[in-house]
């Protein structure tokens, strides 16, 4: 599950200093699918403030299933974002090449 979810909140962004108690309703609901906030390989702002009074932020979260390694980490990657205010957020999804045996 990903998505911007416009919680601000020291969990994902080192750089704010609260917690809000949106964020543990937000954890609550993922509990429910057995879904995790995934680890972000480096500390980027997911949104980039288009003015001097605000700051950037981390809006965009990705959650996966804890138990896959494979899929528990995202990159953010700001110099893609061209002229929006969000940075891209990709995942990679290692796909297995499988034989799989089918009659008709």
């Given at each position: 599950m990903?998505?911007?979810?416009?919680?601000?909140?020291?969990?994902?962004?080192?750089?704010?200093?609260?917690?809000?108690?949106?964020?543990?309703?937000?954890?609550?609901?993922?509990?429910?699918?057995?879904?995790?906030?995934?680890?972000?390989?480096?500390?980027?702002?997911?949104?980039?403030?288009?003015n001097?009074?605000?700051?950037?932020?981390?809006?965009?979260?990705?959650?996966t299933?804890?138990?896959?390694?494979?899929?528990n980490?995202?990159?953010?990657?700001?110099?893609?974002r061209?002229?929006?205010?969000?940075?891209?957020?990709?995942?990679?999804?290692?796909?297995?090449?499988?034989?799989i045996?089918?009659?008709?």
């Amino acid at each position: 599950m990903t998505g911007d979810f416009n919680i601000r909140d020291s969990l994902w962004d080192l750089n704010f200093p609260f917690h809000f108690v949106h964020s543990d309703m937000l954890f609550d609901i993922t509990d429910l699918f057995s879904i995790a906030l995934s680890k972000l390989t480096e500390n980027f702002p997911t949104r980039f403030s288009d003015n001097n009074q605000n700051s950037n932020s981390v809006l965009d979260l990705v959650f996966t299933r804890p138990s896959s390694a494979k899929f528990n980490c995202h990159y953010i990657h700001s110099d893609w974002r061209l002229t929006s205010d969000y940075a891209p957020i990709p995942v990679n999804i290692p796909i297995r090449d499988e034989y799989i045996p089918t009659k008709q």
